[in-house]
Every structure is written in structure tokens, then in C-alpha cells.
């Protein structure tokens, strides 16, 4: 299996609620990253997973709340979200977290925030 | 302060002729280089890698150029083919104890006339 996966494909919220994003990966890889792509932009990191531990957190607002359970599954926890972060929102993962190896990307979530 | 930057936000290209697409960076501590093709509603894909310790990388009809001492990377398709519109991401890693950090460039829209 040489793929990461990202449900769901489409999400659309209000302001108050609470969602998650899920992202799953079974090729071994010891490190998964979340990135935010907004249109006509580069993927933006927002946090790197090392060994399931928390490596990087690019300064992200605290209604976004990662988690990684295991080795395989990643999730982004969106709670109370603006209009402004209506996003792709990409999953990738590699197999460690460093220099000299390639990041896998998923489909990605289109969320929408109304 | 962008420290990837793709100049040309297009490319058109007729079938069959070279397509070379441009990447230039600021940060001398950049050690590992990738590109990546996006097509719309789905996540990046990687094409090809380079290592600074190298000035180029074949795989098959792509070819990644690199000059330390301009900090420029170029990626080259020959021949060009339909199927290869898209947008094309440079993408930069800095040394291990950045975590695997990708910065990527605003990318470039390539478009393969028939």
C-alpha cells in the first residue's frame, strides 16, 4: 500500500462547530505532516508528527487540534473555525522526519467554513 | 520573505517539445531539493528529487537541474505530453534538525498544447 488517505474528501462547518479530519498511511512511515493549501498558494505546514510525538508547530491557532493515535493515523481536531480557514487541507507523510527523503501526499480535505 | 520562488506563475508548451520550468532560492542551507505536480482537486504528487551534493537527477523524461552557486533548480520534460499540464511545485529542505520541513515555492501552471 503505497498510499495516504484523507477522509473526508469535502467538509462543510459552522463557526461553532466541531469536526475532525482524519489521515491514514500504512507504508511504515515514521513521520506525517498537516499542511494548509488555500487557493493559488503553496502548501502551507502547519505540524510535523516524529514517532507520534509532536515535532513542529508553525505557530497554529489552538482551534486546530492534531493528534496522532498511532503510527498509521493522523487526525486535525477543528473546533470554533473562522471563515478565513477555509482550505485544502493536505495530509503527507515520509518516511522519517528529515532532510533526504519525500514527503507522500494525500487527496486532501476541501473544508469550508461558513 | 519567500525563500523559494518560482518566477513564472505559467508555462505554455506545444506536445512534443521541452518544457523548462525554473526555481530559485535564497536560503545557502537548503540541502535537498524536490519537485512536485499538483492537478486540481487532489494532493501533490512527487516527481523528483536532487541532493545539492549532485547538479542533476534523470528519471526517465524528467531531469532536475542544479546550481549551487546561482541557487537555481530547473526541471526539464522532454517531450512534453498533454497529461503533463499541471501545476509543478519546487519544493526546499533545510539540514535534519529542521524536521523535515518542506518550504515550497508559489508554483508554476504548465499547460501541453496538443
Known amino acids: 500500500d503505497t498510499e495516504v488517505t484523507q477522509t473526508p474528501k469535502h467538509l462543510v462547518m459552522g463557526m461553532t462547530n466541531k469536526k475532525s479530519l482524519k489521515c491514514e498511511q500504512h507504508m511504515g512511515h515514521r513521520a506525517m505532516y498537516w499542511y494548509k493549501q488555500k487557493a493559488k498558494k503553496p502548501p502551507e505546514l502547519m505540524f510535523v508528527?516524529?514517532?507520534?510525538?509532536?515535532?513542529i508547530n508553525e505557530s497554529v491557532p489552538s482551534r486546530f487540534s492534531p493528534e496522532c493515535p498511532n503510527s498509521s493515523l493522523l487526525n486535525l481536531h477543528l473546533h470554533a473555525l473562522q471563515p478565513e480557514d477555509s482550505a485544502l487541507y493536505l495530509c503527507?507523510?515520509?518516511?522519517?522526519?528529515?532532510?533526504?527523503?519525500?514527503?507522500?501526499f494525500g487527496p486532501g480535505t476541501r473544508l469550508t467554513v461558513l | 520573505d519567500q525563500q523559494v520562488k518560482q518566477n513564472s506563475p505559467s508555462l505554455s508548451v506545444q506536445e512534443g517539445r521541452i518544457s523548462i520550468l525554473n526555481c530559485d532560492y535564497t536560503n545557502s542551507m537548503f540541502d535537498y531539493f524536490l519537485w512536485y505536480k499538483k492537478y486540481p482537486a487532489e494532493g501533490p504528487t512527487f516527481l523528483i528529487s536532487?541532493?545539492?551534493?549532485?547538479d542533476k537527477n534523470e528519471d526517465g523524461r524528467f531531469t532536475v537541474f542544479l546550481n549551487k552557486s546561482a541557487k537555481h533548480l530547473s526541471l526539464h520534460i522532454v517531450p512534453s505530453q498533454p497529461g503533463d499540464s499541471a501545476v509543478y511545485f519546487c519544493a526546499a529542505s533545510g539540514p535534519n534538525n529542521q524536521g523535515g520541513k518542506l518550504i515550497f515555492g508559489q508554483g508554476t501552471e504548465l499547460s501541453v498544447k496538443p
Open positions: 508528527y516524529s514517532y507520534e510525538k509532536l515535532s
Open positions: 503527507a507523510s515520509s518516511p522519517f522526519a528529515g532532510t533526504y527523503n519525500e514527503q507522500f
Open positions: 536532487i541532493s545539492s551534493i549532485k
